[in-house]
């Protein structure tokens, strides 16, 4: 199982989304050092594989697989 930490948003810092806190950009995301499971949830294809493909390159990120 997993818990939420909050959201990652470049233009709602300190905002919250759906009741979870935005708890940084994604300069943030990329800069952790802690083990955490991430979730890219971008409708553009182009831009959510781009942001990936980024963020991959923090062994600390985790990318589960996930059903909806």
Do not use: H
């Not at 050092?33 to 781009?50: D, E, H, Q, S």
């Amino acid at each position: 199982t997993y818990s939420i930490l909050g959201f990652v948003d470049d233009s709602l810092c300190g905002g919250k989304v759906n009741g979870y806190p935005v708890v940084g950009n994604l300069v943030w995301l990329a800069a952790q050092t802690k083990k955490m499971a991430v979730v890219v949830a971008i409708g553009n294809a182009v831009v959510r594989k781009r942001i990936a493909s980024e963020l991959m390159k923090n062994a600390n990120l985790m990318f589960p697989s996930l059903v909806a």
